[in-house]
């Protein structure tokens, strides 16, 4: 369990904001998760509610070691074991967190068909390059055809993805072929995306499969639905429909709120909205009746996962992270909430009733009581988006006095997609990874690591994302990063390119220096952790890394995970070779076996397995000895050790 916290917050906004909430008399998250306390027996994977025998809690002994006897004894009332109920919970969080990202992948497939069909006049193909690499990767006919042809067979193929019954998912071929051996070889190939996620919960009901191990390979083969399909297809067509993004400048915290303008925040993950707020809120009609009630402007800005959705693509400002989506209605200033799918806290309409802000819920799949509900429709998109706008516009008049918007807010460069980073680090005409891949071989890159996933309450807040990634630029570990993490680390400074003179290591900072870049780079939202594994693939692909993922100088983590779409994210990366640790709390430390199976015996299924440790120093730590342990495996350590015996001999000789 993760240990007592220091405070609530790093981030002075938020600490600002949790006074005024309590000064006000609003209720947020950093209260509730002060009177909620964790259950114990819950958050170790140790309570089965599968059917109406139990609740059953069969919670590991704690001080004394078990007796065999003492272990048997250990079952729910069906017999189930305590591996059975640990494995059975594990899988069902990756069911849930796959299927989250890939009913956005679908989604977005149905909206890149309206648009493909010309049935949305505001949804076009933005990138063609992209479009015809698509089809390129998928077997499509190009020929002469057009634009629209082409991407309807996209869409009607990816789409198909998702009810495959047979066969394996097309996007897999996108991986190192040597790592499409070892998924075929271990049995872990997704077939059709909701096909795994359904035998997931088929297999998990009372009764059916009862083998720790069985199950965690369903638990692979789920999440790699997720990576290699639901996730990656929403990231490829986002792409494709809303364009790849490129560099973008930014600014990040409650302090991208405007006291004189109307405030509307979209929250949640699915772009198609946001991207239209993106426009419709620059109509100068819309601007029009905005100062017609008294405002200057209207200024838009994102929370959560949509927020890194139109940061990468317009550079929309970011009003803060998950923990922040309270906070950002007690600063007094927020006329709407505009709110998708996933991580909504249901707490804003509690608090919202404090103030004069409206929750909006867009969706037919996330509607919230208390909250104001005007369905976005892509085929009225434009009437859809001018409608909520208006319901934000005529929201000012009602702002009362109690405004307090924090000054804190930081500038960052987002859009790094692989493409960017492509051009990038191998220029225009001959894009490549070859200059990232020589860096690591020459020791100036020590290795590349992917920080992802959420903020949690019950440590404090990005502390231990800012901490672990500082460590880790430190020592010369360049970090990708999406979702609530990158926020917490834009907050702290480390997305812009003066941050690797001021924290990276020498070499590190050198290269980035070189080429003009944060050596924190913001890769998108946490579905767009795929463009982590096509980097990863790209690097392998370039030669000199190994041949697969699990060769390559490279870990992942999750520090201050909370939501179950996390653990489909670690499984998929683990399961593709990545050595990925995560914090707070671990969810099967009830039993000892399923713990050491997903610690240990994954590394020699799939090169890659799941570590637990909350201190981010000490996360740091493993993920530096990883990346070590992969350097020398490749015969690269030397060169690193040349460099670093030339930085310490420098040292020595400037202390004389
Ligand atoms: O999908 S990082 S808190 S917002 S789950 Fe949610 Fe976690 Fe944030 Fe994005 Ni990802």
């Given at each position: 369990m993760a240990?007592?916290?220091?405070?609530?917050?790093?981030?002075?906004?938020?600490?600002?904001?949790?006074?005024?909430?309590?000064?006000?008399?609003?209720?947020?998250?950093?209260?509730?998760a002060?009177?909620m306390k964790p259950c114990p027996i819950g958050s170790e994977g140790s309570c089965c509610n599968l059917c109406a025998m139990g609740p059953c809690r069969v919670p590991l002994p704690k001080?004394?070691?078990e007796?065999?006897?003492e272990k048997k004894k250990r079952t729910g009332v069906c017999g189930a074991t305590a591996e059975t109920i640990a494995a059975r919970n594990f899988l069902r969080k990756i069911a849930a967190g796959a299927a989250a990202h890939s009913d956005?992948?679908?989604?977005?497939?149905?909206?890149?068909?309206?648009?493909?069909?010309?049935?949305?006049?505001?949804?076009?193909?933005?990138?063609?390059?992209?479009?015809?690499?698509?089809?390129?990767?998928?077997?499509?006919?190009?020929?002469?055809?057009?634009?629209?042809?082409?991407?309807?067979?996209?869409?009607?193929?990816?789409?198909?993805?998702?009810?495959?019954?047979?066969?394996?998912?097309?996007?897999?071929?996108?991986?190192?072929?040597?790592?499409?051996?070892?998924?075929?070889?271990v049995g872990v190939?997704p077939?059709?995306i909701d096909r795994e996620v359904v035998e997931a919960m088929h297999r998990t009901n009372m009764g059916v499969d009862q083998d720790y191990k069985n199950l965690l390979l369903q638990g692979a083969r789920t999440a790699l639905a997720d990576g290699?399909g639901g996730s990656?297809?929403?990231?490829?067509?986002?792409?494709?429909?809303?364009?790849?993004?490129?560099?973008?400048?930014?600014?990040?915290?409650?302090?991208?709120?405007?006291?004189?303008?109307?405030?509307?925040?979209?929250?949640?993950?699915?772009?198609?909205?946001?991207?239209?707020?993106?426009?419709?809120?620059?109509?100068?009609?819309?601007?029009?009746?905005?100062?017609?009630?008294?405002?200057?402007?209207?200024?838009?800005?994102?929370?959560?996962?949509?927020?890194?959705?139109?940061?990468?693509?317009?550079?929309?400002?970011?009003?803060?992270?998950f923990?922040?989506?309270?906070?950002?209605?007690?600063?007094?200033?927020?006329?709407?909430?505009?709110?998708?799918?996933q991580c909504?806290m249901q707490?804003?309409?509690?608090?919202?009733?404090?103030?004069?802000?409206?929750?909006?819920?867009?969706?037919?799949?996330?509607?919230?009581?208390?909250?104001?509900?005007?369905?976005?429709?892509?085929?009225?998109?434009?009437?859809?988006?001018?409608?909520?706008?208006?319901?934000?516009?005529?929201?000012?008049?009602?702002?009362?006095?109690?405004?307090?918007?924090?000054?804190?807010?930081?500038?960052?460069?987002?859009?790094?997609?692989?493409?960017?980073?492509?051009?990038?680090?191998?220029?225009?005409?001959?894009?490549?990874?070859?200059?990232?891949?020589?860096?690591?071989?020459?020791?100036?890159?020590?290795?590349?690591?992917?920080?992802v996933g959420c903020n949690n309450a019950r440590v404090?807040?990005?502390?231990?994302?800012?901490?672990?990634?500082?460590?880790?630029?430190?020592?010369?570990?360049?970090?990708?990063?999406?979702g609530?993490?990158?926020?917490?680390?834009?907050?702290?400074?480390?997305?812009?390119?003066?941050?690797?003179?001021?924290?990276?290591?020498?070499?590190?900072?050198?290269?980035?220096?070189?080429?003009?870049?944060?050596?924190?780079?913001?890769?998108?939202?946490c579905?767009?952790n795929?463009?982590?594994?096509?980097?990863?693939?790209?690097?392998?692909?370039?030669?000199?890394?190994?041949?697969?993922?699990?060769?390559?100088?490279?870990?992942g983590a999750a520090p201050e995970w909370m939501s179950e779409k996390a653990i489909s994210i670690g499984q998929y990366f683990v399961s593709s070779?990545v050595?990925t640790v995560f914090g707070v709390t671990w969810p099967t430390l009830g039993s000892k076996e399923v713990t050491d199976f997903l610690f240990k015996d994954m590394e020699?299924m799939y090169?890659g397995m799941w570590a637990f440790e909350p201190?981010?120093?000490?996360?740091?730590?493993?993920?530096?000895?990883?990346?070590?342990?992969?350097?020398?495996?490749?015969?690269?350590?030397?060169?690193?050790?040349?460099?670093?015996?030339?930085?310490?001999?420098?040292?020595?000789?400037?202390?004389?």
């Amino acid at each position: 369990m993760a240990e007592e916290k220091k405070s609530k917050s790093i981030d002075q906004a938020t600490v600002e904001m949790i006074d005024k909430a309590s000064q006000d008399g609003a209720r947020i998250v950093f209260e509730r998760a002060e009177t909620m306390k964790p259950c114990p027996i819950g958050s170790e994977g140790s309570c089965c509610n599968l059917c109406a025998m139990g609740p059953c809690r069969v919670p590991l002994p704690k001080g004394k070691e078990e007796t065999p006897e003492e272990k048997k004894k250990r079952t729910g009332v069906c017999g189930a074991t305590a591996e059975t109920i640990a494995a059975r919970n594990f899988l069902r969080k990756i069911a849930a967190g796959a299927a989250a990202h890939s009913d956005h992948g679908r989604r977005i497939a149905e909206a890149f068909l309206i648009a493909a069909k010309g049935e949305s006049p505001e949804f076009q193909i933005k990138d063609e390059q992209k479009l015809l690499q698509l089809a390129l990767d998928l077997g499509i006919n190009i020929g002469d055809r057009s634009n629209n042809e082409i991407a309807i067979d996209i869409g009607e193929m990816l789409l198909g993805e998702f009810g495959k019954q047979e066969g394996e998912l097309i996007t897999l071929r996108k991986a190192p072929l040597k790592r499409q051996e070892i998924w075929r070889e271990v049995g872990v190939a997704p077939r059709g995306i909701d096909r795994e996620v359904v035998e997931a919960m088929h297999r998990t009901n009372m009764g059916v499969d009862q083998d720790y191990k069985n199950l965690l390979l369903q638990g692979a083969r789920t999440a790699l639905a997720d990576g290699w399909g639901g996730s990656m297809i929403a990231t490829e067509l986002q792409d494709t429909l809303f364009g790849t993004p490129s560099p973008v400048l930014s600014q990040i915290n409650l302090g991208v709120l405007k006291e004189d303008e109307v405030n509307l925040i979209i929250h949640g993950h699915e772009p198609q909205l946001a991207e239209m707020l993106a426009v419709t809120t620059q109509d100068p009609e819309m601007i029009e009746y905005a100062k017609s009630k008294g405002a200057k402007g209207i200024n838009l800005a994102g929370m959560c996962c949509t927020a890194n959705e139109i940061l990468m693509r317009h550079g929309v400002p970011i009003a803060g992270n998950f923990l922040q989506q309270e906070t950002a209605i007690v600063t007094g200033a927020v006329e709407a909430m505009v709110v998708d799918v996933q991580c909504i806290m249901q707490g804003l309409v509690d608090v919202a009733s404090c103030f004069h802000t409206k929750v909006i819920t867009t969706d037919s799949r996330a509607h919230i009581e208390g909250a104001t509900h005007m369905e976005f429709d892509e085929r009225k998109a434009t009437e859809s988006a001018k409608a909520i706008i208006k319901a934000a516009i005529d929201n000012f008049a009602n702002r009362g006095k109690n405004v307090r918007i924090p000054n804190q807010k930081s500038d960052l460069i987002a859009g790094f997609s692989h493409e960017t980073i492509n051009y990038l680090l191998g220029g225009l005409f001959r894009a490549s990874y070859r200059p990232l891949n020589d860096n690591i071989i020459n020791g100036r890159i020590r290795g590349v690591a992917g920080v992802v996933g959420c903020n949690n309450a019950r440590v404090t807040h990005d502390d231990i994302h800012v901490t672990l990634v500082k460590e880790l630029i430190k020592n010369d570990v360049l970090v990708l990063q999406t979702g609530c993490a990158a926020m917490a680390c834009a907050k702290a400074g480390l997305m812009v390119p003066e941050a690797a003179a001021e924290y990276a290591g020498e070499g590190l900072a050198s290269v980035c220096e070189a080429v003009g870049i944060p050596p924190v780079l913001h890769l998108g939202s946490c579905v767009d952790n795929a463009r982590i594994l096509i980097a990863a693939t790209a690097m392998v692909k370039d030669g000199g890394l190994g041949d697969d993922i699990s060769d390559l100088p490279a870990a992942g983590a999750a520090p201050e995970w909370m939501s179950e779409k996390a653990i489909s994210i670690g499984q998929y990366f683990v399961s593709s070779g990545v050595f990925t640790v995560f914090g707070v709390t671990w969810p099967t430390l009830g039993s000892k076996e399923v713990t050491d199976f997903l610690f240990k015996d994954m590394e020699e299924m799939y090169g890659g397995m799941w570590a637990f440790e909350p201190d981010p120093i000490k996360m740091a730590q493993l993920m530096i000895e990883h990346i070590d342990k992969k350097r020398k495996a490749l015969g690269i350590d030397k060169a690193r050790e040349r460099v670093l015996y030339d930085m310490a001999m420098r040292r020595e000789l400037d202390s004389v």
